[in-house]
């Protein structure tokens, strides 16, 4: 499936955003794909440039000013180029968003129900009741009980799990070949979440779409996802299948992410590696490694290179941006995971320390 | 190990009022109803649950920001639920909170050495100027802050530290029990683990109880010795944490368990059972067992007797007539279970 032609290609995507302080660097250069009924997961921490990419997929960066370069080919389309009348027949069409907080997302003063009918009456020529049939339609299909009912409520008549399955519905109203899902269960509850992923497999099983999932939560990913690109501070540095990312993680801030959260079955002995420092100001990011002042691992030379995203010996899919050898990232990685600290792994694998 | 704090039948109801000048009582939200636990001395107690559960609520009753509808919390063997005046002053001083968001809970027109050294000024102590920044930098370095910092105001600084400065606020008069809520939800993953050990580690240094509020349940296991868990302002199991997580008997309990998302793919796609529908409202709760609306064990005894919180024979205390068995746990996938 991964030989055909992508559906969605992001090719050295760079926004920045000119502000009072300076120039931003949102997004960095970054490449992806996004193939037919397929889940991309896209992870990093705020600030990443996870939600900007995303939001630029869609063109709606455009009204805040920013500068974009680099291509995002959809369906032999390059959509950078596009009007804005052309932008606005694909997005809610082709390509439809959902976001992280449903309820600023739907308008309070309109029933949840006319603004689906408007969702779908945009892009398809369809009278009223035959769009509010849709409608009913769509709230069913999200698992909304009573949805002739609910279709005439306004959302604070709506539970927060119920929002976002509107939202949702509001979503596949025209059938998006491709979904984008911005933290779509990070205000929910974890009951409720688990719903709402539930839908999300299902839906994508029975509609055959794409989905793009962008979270800060590895759980989610590592449940959602067939493949897994992590952001830092604008760049993609690994990307990979869910399978290899979380079987050979080889990039240091994926090492770092992955020992910082707690597991469900570890016990209260078990020791969180947090990452040292706070992520880097995207106006004015570190030299060569974004990554290196934070880094356990990093060499006096790595403040000055700047690696690519390059794959790995034997792994054509697995991508990283690392400068360290990828035998010493194997078996740094295989140190730290049998419970080792950094400076451990460090001493065990002969890396010459480093001092910040 | 004796109890530090003893809450007993702890209930708190708001009224919901309908009138514009003559107000009717028209009903009220059971935000915590009937609620009784201890904490021990020198543990950390994990509450969990979701939304609306009531964990804050018990919270804010137990530092006495909020009044309670009835019931008791003896704090050292006293009741403390009616104390007025300088004596619930003076208990202010024992016990401290951290509170989730670290952008609205800073005072943004204030530095960060009058934030922390508010505490001080309330309570009269280290009064001379040298003395108070003197105890305030201590305090900072304590909590992994530059203390050079002193003079700089919330907005210079990131989620994380801003965390730590409410951390050190909370420590400054030295209480005996801190309660946490939610301390680590609106932070990052990288920054959540420095918190994480951060407090991990003053516990220890400072001998400190603590009562842990999160809906994180890795982070809960993680982080507690004995966890309650509550739904719709009652607790529904609490025990310790390795017994209530390799083994809930109470079908919220597993539930949750099954919901939370696992980074281990090869347990991905696995059979989990979803709780239908959403939590009731507190304001009108079903009768007797709260979560027999939609609880897959239901049998009709639910809806019309209220389950005892009891001893269930494998650590836990779980307030259900048919608690999970052994082979129901693996069934739902507890991700937890060893």
């Known amino acids: ?356 | 190990m004796s109890a530090l704090v003893e809450v007993r039948d702890l209930v708190k109801h708001f009224p919901i009022r309908r009138g514009v000048i003559i107000q009717r009582k028209t009903g009220a939200v059971q935000a915590v109803d009937g609620v009784s636990f201890d904490v021990r001395r020198g543990e950390t107690l994990g509450i969990v649950g979701e939304t609306g559960c009531g964990k804050s609520t018990t919270a804010r009753l137990i530092m006495r920001l909020l009044d309670a509808t009835s019931g008791e919390i003896r704090f050292e063997g006293e009741d403390i639920a009616r104390l007025k005046g300088a004596r619930l002053k003076a208990l202010r001083r024992e016990m401290q909170m951290i509170f989730q968001d670290p952008y609205s809970s800073l005072n943004p027109r204030k530095t960060i050495g009058s934030i922390i050294g508010e505490p001080f000024a309330i309570h009269g102590l280290n009064e001379g100027r040298g003395e108070r920044r003197k105890a305030v930098q201590e305090l900072m370095e304590t909590v992994g802050l530059n203390p050079e910092h002193y003079n700089r105001y919330p907005h210079e600084f990131s989620g994380g530290q801003r965390q730590r400065i409410g951390v050190a606020r909370a420590l400054a008069l030295k209480p005996k029990l801190l309660i946490a809520d939610e301390p680590v939800s609106a932070l990052d993953v990288s920054i959540q683990a420095q918190v994480l050990n951060l407090l991990r580690d003053l516990q220890s240094e400072f001998g400190l109880t603590v009562v842990f509020i999160a809906h994180d349940l890795s982070v809960v296991r993680h982080m507690c010795d004995r966890v309650a868990v509550m739904y719709l302002g009652k607790i529904v199991e609490i025990g310790g944490g390795d017994e209530l997580y390799d083994f809930p008997r109470h079908p919220y309990t597993g539930a949750l368990l099954s919901a939370v998302p696992v980074v281990d793919p090869s347990r991905h796609g696995e059979q989990r059972r979803l709780l239908s529908g959403d939590v009731p409202s507190p304001a009108n709760p079903p009768s007797a067992c709260r979560f027999h609306t939609r609880c897959p064990k239901a049998r009709p005894l639910c809806s019309d007797q209220e389950p005892p919180l009891e001893d269930k024979g494998s650590g836990t205390r779980a307030a259900c007539h048919y608690p999970l068995t052994r082979e129901e746990t693996a069934q739902i996938g507890v991700r937890s279970a060893p």
């Open chain 1, 1 to 356: 499936m991964t030989d055909a032609e992508p559906l969605l290609r992001v090719e050295e995507l760079r926004v920045e955003f000119r502000t009072e302080d300076g120039v931003v660097h949102a997004v960095d250069g970054v490449t992806y794909e996004v193939h037919a009924g397929r889940t991309l997961g896209i992870v990093g921490e705020s600030g990443s440039g996870k939600t900007v990419s995303s939001l630029t997929t869609l063109g709606l960066t455009r009204a805040q000013g920013a500068h974009v370069s680099g291509r995002i080919v959809f369906e032999g389309k390059d959509l950078v180029t596009l009007s804005d009348g052309e932008m606005r027949a694909i997005r809610g069409n082709d390509i439809a968003m959902i976001f992280q907080d449903p309820l600023s997302s739907l308008h309070p003063f309109f029933k949840v129900g006319a603004q689906l009918i408007e969702a779908v009456r945009v892009h398809q020529d369809v009278s009223k009741a035959q769009a509010r049939a849709r409608a009913i339609e769509l709230l069913g299909l999200v698992g909304i009980p009573d949805p002739s009912r609910r279709v005439d409520e306004y959302p604070h008549e709506f539970s927060g799990g119920m929002r976002q399955r509107a939202m949702i519905a509001m979503a596949l109203a025209n059938e998006p070949k491709l979904l984008i899902a911005d933290e779509p269960t990070t205000a929910l509850d974890v009951t409720v979440q688990a719903q709402i992923l539930a839908l999300l497999e299902r839906l994508q099983r029975e509609l055959g779409m794409a989905i793009v999932i962008i979270t800060h939560d590895l759980g989610v990913v590592a449940e959602m996802a067939d493949d897994i690109a992590v952001m830092y501070a604008g760049r993609i540095i690994e990307s990979a299948s869910a399978e290899l990312l979380f079987a050979g993680p080889e990039h240091p801030y994926t090492w770092g992410l992955l020992n910082s959260i707690p597991s469900l079955s570890g016990t209260r002995k078990e020791q969180l590696v947090p990452i040292p420092g706070t992520p880097p100001s995207l106006i004015n990011p570190p030299s060569g490694c974004h990554f290196h002042p934070r880094c356990p691992y990093s060499q006096p030379d790595h403040e000055r290179i700047d690696p690519e995203l390059q794959s790995i010996p034997g792994e054509p899919t697995h991508h990283v941006a690392c400068l360290l050898e990828s035998e010493v990232r194997r078996r740094l990685w295989g140190e730290l995971h049998k419970g080792r600290t950094p400076e451990q792994a460090i001493s065990e694998v002969g890396l010459p320390a480093v001092t910040p």
